[in-house]
C-alpha cells in the first residue's frame, strides 16, 4: 500500500511537503512510474506529477509546472511532492500513484497503486 503523509492547512504563498511511502513493495526506479494525482472538491481527479522508471524524466500539470517538484528516495521506499507558491485552487485531496509499468510515466495513464490521500487546505 501506500500511505500519504504531510497535507495540512497553509496560507497563500506557502509550502508544503508531501511524503509517500511504500509497504509491502518495493518500488523499484527500474520498474515502477510514481507519481501524484489531486482531486478537489466538485472536480475530477487530475494527475499533476509523476517521474518515470525509464530515465527518471519527471513531469508537470501546466498548474503546478514551476511551483511543485517530485522526488524520490529509493533507500527510504518513498515519494516527495515539494509545492510552493500555493494557491487557493491547489486545495485537493491529494493522491500518491504508483505503476509497474517499466516505463515512461504519465499524467492520464492508469496506475495500479493508489495511496488512500491527504488534504491540502489554501485560505487565508
Known amino acids: 500500500q501506500l500511505v500519504e503523509s504531510g497535507g495540512g492547512s497553509v496560507e497563500p504563498g506557502g509550502s508544503l511537503r508531501l511524503s509517500c511511502v511504500a509497504s509491502?513493495?518495493?518500488?523499484?526506479?527500474?520498474?515502477?512510474?510514481v507519481g501524484w494525482f489531486r482531486q478537489a472538491p466538485g472536480k475530477e481527479r487530475e494527475g499533476i506529477s509523476c517521474?518515470?522508471?525509464?530515465?527518471?524524466?519527471?513531469y508537470y500539470a501546466d498548474s503546478v509546472k514551476g511551483r511543485f517538484a517530485i522526488s524520490r528516495d529509493n533507500s527510504k521506499n518513498s515519494v516527495y511532492l515539494q509545492m510552493n507558491s500555493l494557491k487557493p485552487e491547489d486545495t485537493a485531496v491529494y493522491y500518491c500513484?504508483?505503476?509497474?509499468?517499466?516505463?515512461?510515466?504519465?499524467?492520464?495513464?492508469?496506475?495500479?497503486?493508489w495511496g488512500r490521500g491527504t488534504q491540502v487546505t489554501v485560505s487565508e
Open positions: 509491502g513493495f518495493t518500488l523499484d526506479p527500474d520498474y515502477f512510474a
Open positions: 500513484v504508483a505503476d509497474p509499468s517499466g516505463g515512461e510515466c504519465g499524467l492520464s495513464m492508469a496506475y495500479d497503486y
Open positions: 517521474t518515470s522508471s525509464t530515465d527518471g524524466g519527471t
